[in-house]
């Protein structure tokens, strides 16, 4: 049974027309959808696009051409009163949270269902999103007196309040320090879990989407250069732009520069190759720096080792040198691949001109 889709996207274009009457292409030509109970990360740059092109979601922008259909429906054909039946079936939370100064927490996560609901159902359904988020003890205080990642759980708590079945955070991490950045991802894992919500996340921290995300695309200049499932994105990336991503979020990059500095990497002769290992599940259970040396008489010397989980698969990363013939090495490399490790040469030239 095919998973069913709640978000398509259908080679949707946004132009804007700067008052130079030069055009801005936001969005250029973008194909991709997000099945139900997805956390689907759109990750790039300010300026990439993803931001527009989530406002096509819920037709805060609507496309110069193609077309966005939700949960069944071509959102450009909706009628006015159909469209806001529609955005009640989407939530949104925010990077500045967007809180009623003025009103009460309870008032703030009540204020969706204001017209909608009697008195005694939105007194219930407050409290339980306060329950749900971990703030039923602040119903009655103020935004000005949460923390940045208190408020930013009752923006969860408001977008939930009309019962959504997509729930879009932009940008919603960004304005927090870290600790309580990953306190409320995991927030929005439990969501998914315990609601069902399907999730997209758009974002310029491939942390948040390695922490939560189970598919990936990314932007660059308004296009999707590349997707792919979580697992497929960090252990495969394809375009340089994925790959900077994945290697800031390992750290990989100031880990080969401090490596570079070391005498084991200097002046290697012929029968040294530095290299990178990337290996992804099963692979991690092969004994292959044992294999490397016993039946192809290479040596590996360890110069880092990390291992991670990924969706709870093992993802790990070696950086090494394989000492050994030339012939030996070609061998050793080959195994490696068939072992499904990703062999990626580490250009010391390259590291140093950066």
Same mark, same amino acid.
């Not at 219930?124 to 306060?130: E, P, Q, R, T, Y």
């Not at 959504?164 to 919603?172: F, K, Q, R, T």
């Given at each position: 049974?095919?998973?069913?889709?709640?978000?398509?996207?259908?080679?949707?274009?946004?132009?804007?027309? /700067?008052?130079? @009457? $030069?055009?801005?292409?936001?969005?250029?030509? =973008?194909? %991709?959808?997000?099945?139900?109970?997805?956390?689907?990360g759109i990750v790039g740059y300010s300026g990439a696009g993803k931001s527009t092109l989530v406002r096509l979601v819920n037709l805060l922008q609507r496309p110069t051409s193609g077309s966005v259909t939700v949960l069944g429906d071509d959102m450009a054909k909706l009628s006015a009163s159909e469209l806001r039946q529609k955005r009640r079936k989407i939530g949104m939370i925010f990077q500045h949270f967007n809180l009623m100064a003025s009103r009460t927490i309870a008032d703030n996560v009540a204020f969706p269902l204001r017209g909608v609901a009697?008195?005694? /159902?939105?007194? @219930? $359904?407050?409290?339980?999103?306060?329950?749900? =988020?971990? %703030?039923?003890?602040?119903?009655?205080?103020?935004?000005?007196?949460?923390?940045?990642?208190?408020?930013?759980?009752?923006?969860?708590?408001?977008?939930?309040?009309?019962?959504?079945?997509?729930?879009?955070?932009?940008?919603?991490?960004?304005?927090?320090?870290?600790?309580?950045?990953?306190?409320?991802?995991?927030?929005?894992?439990?969501?998914?879990?315990?609601?069902?919500?399907?999730?997209?996340l758009i974002t310029h921290q491939m942390e948040a989407v390695k922490q939560i995300c189970n598919r990936v695309a990314v932007m660059d200049s308004g296009q999707v250069i590349e997707r792919g499932t979580l697992l497929d994105i960090f252990a495969h990336p394809q375009q340089k732009l994925t790959k900077d991503f994945v290697d800031t979020t390992m750290q990989m990059s100031a880990t080969i520069k401090t490596i570079s500095k070391q005498k084991a990497v200097q002046n290697l002769g012929p029968e040294k190759r530095l290299v990178r290992l990337t290996y992804l599940g099963s692979s991690t259970d092969q004994p292959m720096i044992a294999t490397l040396f016993s039946q192809y008489s290479v040596t590996a010397n360890i110069l880092?080792?990390?291992?991670?989980?990924?969706?709870?698969?093992?993802?790990?990363?070696?950086?090494?040198?394989?000492?050994?013939?030339?012939?030996?090495?070609?061998?050793?490399?080959?195994?490696?691949?068939?072992?499904?490790?990703?062999?990626?040469?580490?250009?010391?030239?390259?590291?140093?001109?950066?």
């Open positions: 049974m095919s998973a069913e889709t709640v978000v398509d996207f259908k080679d949707v274009d946004v132009i804007f027309k /700067e008052k130079n @009457k $030069k055009a801005v292409h936001a969005v250029n030509h =973008v194909s %991709l959808n997000v099945e139900r109970g997805d956390i689907y009697s008195k005694d /159902e939105i007194k @219930k $359904k407050v409290a339980d999103l306060l329950e749900l =988020v971990g %703030l039923t003890d602040r119903a009655n205080a103020y935004p000005a007196e949460l923390s940045g990642g208190q408020k930013q759980r009752v923006g969860i708590a408001r977008a939930l309040a009309s019962d959504p079945e997509v729930l879009i955070s932009d940008e919603a991490t960004s304005a927090l320090d870290p600790k309580t950045t990953v306190s409320i991802l995991d927030l929005l894992k439990s969501v998914n879990q315990k609601l069902g919500i399907t999730i997209v880092f080792a990390d291992i991670q989980s990924l969706q709870n698969t093992p993802f790990g990363n070696l950086i090494v040198v394989l000492t050994g013939t030339e012939q030996d090495i070609d061998n050793a490399l080959k195994y490696l691949n068939d072992s499904d490790v990703t062999v990626t040469p580490v250009d010391l030239k390259e590291v140093e001109s950066k």
